[in-house]
DNA sequence: TTTCTTGCAAATTCTTTGCAGATTA
DNA sequence: TAATCTGCAAAGAATTTGCAAGAAA
């Protein structure tokens, strides 16, 4: 049974909460609605976007609260940025491990979520360069909807 | 036995060649040293690197040739940007495919090739998304070298 | 000669920073 | 209250663009 999204989403904004409090940073209303609309969004937005969506219901935050802000929730590990070669970063707030689709055409970005079970195997030399972090498969095609588009 | 050096950059000049003539694009020795700076390295350089090298054997090339060859040059599938979520975008004139490991210390950016025989298998689902072009593979995490000095 | 490219300079886009007042703990 | 955080404005870095002169086909 999937859980509910109010709930889910409550859920992370206390885990901001405590996030917050261990690394001595308070918690604020800015911090707390620009990680919701992250956190409610699985558009991957951009700062931009981000930025608009605050803004409906706190018409006074500027945008440079929103890069600042991101880059905290950043350094808090709440949020990601989700490697995409445009210029502009995007973000993600769902920390489970998972990859992307990227559209080439729209350049909407997609989650993968690997099927129970199933694990992303690595090049066998992967090791052999040092400590790893991280992985992140990503998977740039064209997506359903566009393809759909050209067909027309 | 590895091919010589020289001899793989002037074959793949000769491709590039090939590949201007095909789209209707001009051979200039702008495009000729660009695209050599790029495919003799195997750091992944910048623009701005490229550009310095570059200067060396062409004064008069500016910075915004650079960029504008870099995008030809990735129309014509001669080269390609490396994913990285820092500011400045990298480029790799090695078409064959592999992957890369991010130094997130130093930000140097390593080759992973396959082993023979070696395939990388993708998630069971990728493919419900829409048609793949290209799948990249990104570790990232600390490297050899910049361990040593944290050890040190 | 005709079209594509380049260099120059200026502009644009995305993001960051300094500072004083506002807010949180 | 004491330190962090925000909004404002201005700066910064990376990249892009318009245009006239220059180079390739």
């Known amino acids: 049974m999937i859980k ?19 690394q001595g940073m308070r918690v604020t209303q800015q ?9 409610k969004s699985c558009a991957h937005p951009d700062a931009e ?8 219901r706190m018409p006074n935050v500027s945008v440079d609260t929103i890069y600042r802000t991101l880059a905290s929730l950043e350094e808090l590990n709440m949020i990601f940025r989700v490697d995409n070669q445009l210029p502009k ?46 992985v992140n498969l990503q998977i740039r095609g064209i997506c359903k909807k566009c393809l759909e588009k050209i067909e027309k």
């Open 89 to 134: 970063a995007r973000f993600d707030a769902d920390m489970t491990p998972h990859h992307h689709f990227l559209c080439i055409k729209c350049n909407e970005v997609y989650d993968i979520f690997l099927e129970p079970g199933e694990e992303l195997v690595l090049p066998k030399n992967a090791e052999q360069y040092g400590t790893i972090k991280d």
């Open 49 to 56: 976007t981000i930025y608009e969506s605050v803004k409906e």
């Open 31 to 39: 911090r707390i609605e620009i990680f919701k609309e992250v956190a």
């Open 4 to 22: 509910d999204k109010d709930v889910y989403l409550n859920e992370r904004v206390e885990q901001l909460k405590l996030a917050c409090q261990k």
